[in-house]
């Protein structure tokens, strides 16, 4: 088991507003994903990050990779209603067994 | 496609109850897994196979068995069911990247079981 903690575990925002979560582990791992999940659905695929200090772009979302590659930030710009949901940071292992952190779970009021 | 299938989307069994929960998947993934959410909670991992025929324990495995005769499907049983397995059980499955090695998950829609 890889140990993922993830902060804040709950946030509640008004739209429009900036928020930064984060996904921490003592590990150092190969790569990192991020997967949302909304009510009643599996979690989807979001990005998934490989290189120590990479930093990916998905329209508003912003994600990077720490350098020493045991830490990840998931950052929204200007957070809308779609963005509710938890957010899920998952390590995989050599034999692609997934491990999932703690979550985030967002809530953006209009 | 349709994805990963899982069936049924919900269930309230007694306790003592077996039941198995089905997951099938139409991607031809080698890896399949089946993880349980506990409310405000990540997933964790129950089995986990990475062909037919091959399947290993993951984090919590105690109270379920899965088989792996195929592909495609990945059942996974509750014997003697207990109100500690009231959770929502979703399957998964996964390629690996070619160029990257790492794979990416795609899930089912869960099941939503309750134990009383």
């Known amino acids: 088991t890889q140990l993922l903690e993830q902060s804040p575990q709950f946030l509640s925002i008004q739209e429009g507003e900036n928020l930064t979560v984060y996904c921490n582990s003592s590990?150092?791992?190969?790569?990192l994903q991020w997967y949302r999940q909304e009510p009643g659905e599996g979690p989807v695929l979001l990005v998934t990050?490989?290189?120590?200090?990479e930093v990916k772009k998905l329209k508003r979302l912003t994600f990077q990779f720490g350098d020493a590659r045991k830490d990840s930030s998931l950052h929204i710009t200007a957070a809308q209603p779609g963005d509710t949901g938890l957010y899920l940071c998952?390590?995989?292992?050599?034999?692609?067994?997934?491990?999932f952190g703690t979550g985030t779970s967002l809530t953006v009021i209009p | 496609n349709a994805g990963v299938t899982q069936t049924p989307k919900f269930r309230i069994l007694k306790i003592g109850q077996s039941m198995t929960l089905q997951c099938a998947q139409d991607?031809?993934?080698?890896?399949m897994y089946w993880y349980r959410q506990d409310p405000g909670m990540g997933l964790k991992l129950i089995y986990y196979?990475?062909?037919?025929?091959?399947?290993d324990k993951g984090e919590v495995p105690n109270g379920y068995n899965v088989s792996r005769s195929t592909t495609e499907d990945f059942p996974l049983r509750l014997e003697l069911a207990a109100p500690s397995q009231t959770s929502v059980y979703f399957c998964?499955?996964?390629?690996?990247?070619?160029?990257?090695?790492?794979?990416?998950?795609?899930f089912g829609q869960g099941t939503r079981l309750t134990v009383v």
């Open positions: 998952a390590s995989s292992s050599n034999r692609n067994q997934f491990y």
């Open positions: 998964a499955s996964s390629y690996l990247h070619p160029r990257s090695g790492v794979g990416e998950a795609f």
């Open positions: 990050v490989v290189t120590g200090g």
């Open positions: 196979s990475v062909g037919a025929g091959i399947t």
């Open positions: 991607m031809n993934h080698n890896y």
């Open positions: 590990s150092v791992f190969s790569s």
